[in-house]
């Protein structure tokens, strides 16, 4: 069964440094997705991309933040100058194809836990 | 806005306990709703969905129905086993034209712990 991927698995890294997160959505999917989840609080949403441009994003997602989708299986997730607050659970998420909405169901890559010290 | 809200946990049970997780939204439009399931250390799996009133999701025992008059859709198992335990999420999202979907809302997780 397809899934989604997301790599690293963990990453930590200094304060102020950048990070990319990358992820492998599910092959026939056209809708990208990032959330994050802070240890003991809600799964909260980032950001969500479709034909190459963001086409919603959340208070959250300010300029620290970018997102591509390099290659026709990629999709990364920047952060520039990273804070002590950014430590978190990052999740990619994926969905099905216009046409075939299904009830807007996403499929959720295992996750990269970023830690900035 | 749109919320999600779960009842507090965490939520402690015998194995073959029976399991109900209330979960009740707030939406501006008609949302679709989901209960999604982490496992520990892994991700957010779909367990179940219903996209229109008086639907029942359900998926390995689990089931919830979509109550529009109530703007609920509680979670159930009528026998819960040891590997049910992990963090269950209520979750909506809304129609936003044709057929494209926007954003998933979560609720807080609600905490399972079955012990033998």
């Known amino acids: 069964e397809p899934e989604v991927t997301q790599t690293p698995s963990h990453q930590v890294t200094q304060m102020g440094q950048e990070v990319i997160l990358r992820c492998v959505p599910i092959s026939n999917h056209l809708y990208f997705y990032w959330y994050r989840q802070i240890l003991g609080q809600k799964v909260e949403f980032l950001v969500s991309?479709?034909?190459?441009?963001?086409?919603?994003k959340s208070e959250i997602f300010d300029d620290q933040f970018s997102v591509e989708r390099p290659d026709g299986s990629n999709f990364t997730l920047k952060i520039r100058s990273t804070k002590l607050e950014d430590s978190a659970m990052y999740f990619c998420?994926?969905?099905?194809?216009?046409?075939?909405?299904?009830?807007?169901?996403?499929?959720f890559g295992p996750g990269t836990r970023l830690t900035v010290t | 806005g749109n919320s999600v809200t779960q009842m507090e946990g965490p939520v402690t049970l015998s194995e073959e306990a029976f399991l109900t997780i209330n979960c009740t939204y707030t939406?501006?439009?008609?949302?679709?709703l989901f209960w999604y399931v982490q496992y520990p250390g892994e991700g957010l799996q779909l367990l179940l969905k219903a996209t229109k009133a008086d639907d029942k999701g359900s998926n390995k025992g689990f089931e919830a129905t979509y109550r529009k008059e109530t703007t609920s859709f509680h979670l159930e198992k009528g026998s819960v086993q040891v590997s049910d335990s992990a963090v269950y999420f209520c979750?909506?999202?809304?129609?936003?034209?044709?057929?494209?979907?926007?954003?998933?809302?979560f609720g807080q997780g609600t905490i399972l712990t079955v012990h033998p």
């Open positions: 979750a909506l999202t809304l129609r936003k034209g044709g057929t494209s979907y926007g954003k998933l809302t």
């Open positions: 939406a501006t439009g008609y949302p679709s």
């Open positions: 991309f479709y034909n190459n441009e963001i086409s919603e």
């Open positions: 998420a994926s969905s099905w194809t216009l046409g075939q909405g299904r009830g807007g169901e996403q499929y």
